[in-house]
DNA sequence: GCAACTTCAGCTCG
DNA sequence: CCGAGCTGAAGTTG
């Protein structure tokens, strides 16, 4: 893949470089082709828009004009580098146009221009609501219309579990007896012993081996946390969407947990089979009541998921290794074993730019151990392939792909409904005879991996993508260039600001204490129990090695300047800025929205809300004019839930009840000066959350505020955060909007 | 490249 | 016939 080096780098990749990013050009080279406005010379830019290709970028980008309108320079350092867009004084006018390669309409695409005809969109940024349904996702029923007829009744070969979707083990001495399993002794009904007792979470990997009578015990607390939980984990509406994104999200926590333990021990780190194993054992699961034909209830199509156990804890595919899941379903009087999900786990070189066929390789024959390949063999995953041939029935099919955020890592992307045309044997260049399976995707259902094809070239060359207003709302001062798009009509820009990329303080920066600082040398180790900033944050460094927030909690305290560690301490995250490819877009009915091109991972840090700091006292006459303003007030239960997990390991919850939840006296506007921040809507099912953190003032009233991903985000899909319930603003009299959001537990208004 | 690990199907046994 | 319990097969992940 020719993806450009700067495309999110892991901590492995950090380069050496100690400059302090938000005050200098950015760091990683923007992509080929996207001017990156600095004080070198810029290759010719060439975008191509609906109404044509045009050459040197937007209009007079390149030029000397726009340049000097776009001063550079140290100078401003103070502040963060701060571009006006679109400057009221009439003499920049000329050098804020752009977007257009003629001269006739340019006071429609002055960018930002009071004046323009861009004014009539008042409704923009974070004073609007995002829908529920993001613009890259679609409800499941749409694809089940495109199932065709199926009319099988699936035959569960399955125990049935209650009905509940989710369900958490009701009987008490399920999670004994698997203890107890660990004897045998009981003679009680004894659950199948799970290998979650080989991992000790303490004692790390019991050495052998197969044999359950050797398997060492699960943490006791482990049985007590599941039924503590059980109120709290199921979603009150019981709307399948909700369930899986809670099992998800739980996963996930419990994931990171685990994977912090195991930093800090240097020992296994297969957090995501622990994980997995804990989540079968108390069955947190979603539609675990039987395998079936087809949609998968609450899985909607691009999802994407970075664990097979994932896959397989949401009921999407259940074989944790193999990449055909199959069942016998009913044909009429018939029984037949058929294929229902496959993983093409994208190892093999399909017609990549045809998205709706897919060549699949029946399973086995790979050599494994000592033993020689051999050819497949026509029984299990391939037979019922060969059967879901002749029975047409639909089979889902998730694709993966390499993660583009981490070198070693994998995406899986639900694609939908696929059903089998042909099959074929073959022999393969290692000489074995393997089965192909060419399916083709049932018409009718939303895109899913075409969606993330697109953006991923938008990533790797940006200039393909179209309706572009402007190449970089940031004018290089984030890391990335933010791209200015709309799709959907002719507004030409949002309402005038200024872009900075840090906060404005009323009182001078000296007058804050900085932060003290750890003594550790080079980077911050997970464990090192005389790390100080590790101490400050509860005793283990807030974020994994690839730079996931593992918990939510009141404060994060980041190493900073005062540190002794470099640049490349894994407990700078949030300080080094933006990693991801942003669009500023236009939504539907919402003004202008925040997105990305690339595919979020829960966890992952996205921006700052920059803007200035605003009094308390100016803040009461202001803020009924403000749809800007930022206050810390109590989001909803989602996001007061990210940590659910560990609670069921038998941890102290780290959660915040609405009841106990306080508001910082923080207030930021960013109305007139901000960032990407600011367009990020509003919204009741959120996928993005706030998180104070500090790593350079020591101000618990004032820390920065960073957002982190709820959820794994596809690409294309808004990002929205919760604005906070109402009622919870004790200062001034809060303003109440109508919600757009459309979730199911849309609580009808915001802040 | 290797070691370590999972879930479930499919079987046997009582 | 049913459920418990065992084994083998599948590939993922660090």
């Not at 939303?446 to 060359?461: H, L, R």
Request: with cysteine.
């Amino acid at each position: 893949m020719n993806r450009p080096s700067n495309f999110m780098p892991t901590p492995d990749q950090d380069v050496l470089d100690v400059k302090p990013l938000r005050t200098l050009a950015p760091m990683f080279p923007a992509p080929l082709g996207v001017n990156t406005f600095n004080q070198s010379t810029s290759p010719p830019l060439i975008f191509v828009t609906p109404a044509g290709q045009f050459q040197g970028g937007f209009g007079d980008w390149n030029n000397s004009v726009a340049k000097s309108f776009f001063a550079f320079g140290s100078k401003d350092a103070g502040v963060g580098k701060a571009h006006t867009f679109g400057d009221q004084n009439a003499d920049d006018g000329k050098a804020a146009t752009f977007g257009d390669q003629n001269t006739d309409d340019g006071k429609a695409a002055t960018f930002g221009d009071k004046d323009a005809s861009g004014s009539q969109n008042t409704a923009i940024g974070d004073q609007d609501c995002a829908g529920g349904q993001p613009a890259a996702h679609w409800s499941s029923d749409v694809s089940a219309n495109a199932n065709g007829p199926i009319d099988t009744t699936p035959i569960t070969v399955y125990r049935a579990t209650q009905p509940n979707v989710i369900s958490l083990d009701d009987d008490d001495d399920d999670d004994e007896n698997y203890v107890a399993n660990q004897t045998s002794a009981s003679g009680r009904k004894i659950k199948r012993p799970s290998r979650l007792s080989r991992y000790n979470m303490n004692d790390g990997l019991g050495s052998d081996s197969s044999n359950s009578t050797k398997t060492k015990r699960p943490k006791a607390s482990h049985k007590k946390a599941s039924a503590d939980n059980e109120l709290t984990m199921v979603p009150p509406s019981g709307d399948p969407r909700e369930i899986v994104e809670a099992v998800l999200m739980t996963f996930e926590a419990l994931r990171r947990r685990h994977l912090q333990m195991d930093e800090a021990q240097e020992t296994s780190k297969r957090a995501d089979l622990k994980a997995g194993a804990i989540m079968m054992a108390s069955n947190l699961r979603a539609n675990n009541t039987g395998k079936r034909i087809g949609v998968v209830p609450g899985v909607e199509i691009g999802d994407i998921f970075y664990f097979r156990m994932e896959l397989c804890v949401i009921g999407l595919h259940a074989p944790s290794m193999a990449g055909i899941d199959y069942m016998v379903a009913k044909f009429g009087d018939e029984d037949d074993s058929v294929a229902i999900c496959i993983v093409a786990a994208g190892g093999y070189d399909n017609n990549d730019d045809d998205t709706d066929v897919l060549v699949y390789s029946g399973s086995g024959g790979n050599s494994k151990n000592n033993e020689e390949r051999h050819d497949q063999k026509l029984e299990r995953g391939n037979l019922a392939l060969e059967r879901s041939l002749s029975r047409k029935n639909v089979i889902r099919v998730v694709r993966g792909y390499k993660d583009p955020g981490c070198l070693t890592g994998k995406v899986y992307i639900y694609d939908g409904l696929y059903r089998i045309h042909e099959s074929w044997k073959e022999k393969t260049k290692n000489g074995i005879i393997c089965f192909k399976y060419k399916l083709l995707r049932e018409p009718g259902q939303p895109d899913g991996v075409a969606i993330w094809k697109m953006s991923q070239k938008w990533v790797e060359n940006p200039t393909t993508r179209g309706n572009v207003l402007h190449p970089d709302l940031s004018f290089g001062a984030e890391n990335l260039p933010v791209f200015l798009v709309n799709d959907v009509d002719n507004d030409k820009a949002p309402q005038h600001f200024t872009y900075i990329t840090q906060v404005k303080h009323s009182k001078p920066l000296s007058s804050m204490n900085p932060l003290k600082g750890c003594r550790c040398l080079s980077v911050c180790l997970p464990g090192d129990a005389n790390c100080c900033c590790a101490q400050r944050n509860g005793g283990n460094l807030p974020y994994s090695s690839s730079g996931l927030l593992v918990c939510r909690k009141p404060m994060v305290y980041e190493c900073g300047e005062s540190c002794q560690c470099s640049f490349n301490c894994r407990n700078k995250v949030t300080q080094k800025g933006v990693r991801i490819h942003f669009e500023v877009f236009k939504t539907g009915n919402r003004g202008w929205g925040l997105r990305s091109w690339d595919p979020i991972r829960a966890g992952s840090f996205l921006c700052e809300y920059v803007g200035e700091v605003i009094d308390d006292a100016k803040c009461d006459l202001n803020s009924h004019e403000d749809d800007y303003m930022f206050q810390t007030l109590c989001p909803g239960e989602k996001t007061l839930k990210w940590n659910y997990g560990p609670e069921l390991i038998g941890e102290q919850s780290t959660n915040i009840s609405p009841d106990t939840f306080e508001p910082l006296p923080i207030k930021l506007s960013a109305k007139k000066l901000g960032n990407i921040s600011r367009f990020m809507n509003h919204s009741c099912a959120p996928n993005v959350f706030w998180q104070p953190v500090q790593f350079d003032y020591e101000d618990d009233r004032h820390p920065h505020i960073m957002f982190f991903a709820l959820k794994h985000i596809p690409p294309m899909t808004e990002l929205t955060y919760d604005y906070g319930d109402i009622g919870t603003d004790s200062s001034g009299v809060p303003r109440a909007k109508n919600c757009l959001c459309g979730s199911s537990n849309c609580r009808g208004f915001f802040i």
